[in-house]
């Protein structure tokens, strides 16, 4: 989910739900997210406000897979700062 502002900051958070494991098991899927998010930060549109969360797949996956994943995201939803909106 992402909500556009008129700011020049981007605001992220990363949700995993306790359905999906113990506290350790959801701490290691937030860490992948934000590892994740964290390569394609500065090629954001500013002013985005995103909220990530994490399916049971995603906690047997690696952090360059979740990374090929969002990039597909960002790319789809065009929000990019190089791509046409």
């Known amino acids: ?3 556009k502002e008129d700011a020049l900051d ?6 995993v739900g306790k359905r ?6 959801r701490n290691r ?6 590892a994740a998010f964290v390569q394609f ?3 954001l ?5 995103i909220v990530l969360t994490l399916k049971e797949d995603g ?3 690696k952090t360059q ?16 700062a190089a791509q046409k909106i």
């Open 59 to 61: 906690l047997d996956a």
């Open 1 to 3: 989910m992402y909500l």
């Open 65 to 80: 897979d979740i990374a090929e994943e969002l990039e597909k995201l960002f790319r789809r939803k065009k929000l990019f």
């Open 20 to 25: 999906l494991g113990k506290a350790h098991v």
């Open 10 to 15: 981007i605001k992220f958070g990363c949700a």
């Open 41 to 43: 930060e500065k090629k």
């Open 29 to 34: 899927g937030r860490r992948i997210l934000r």
């Open 45 to 49: 549109i500013p002013g985005l406000r």
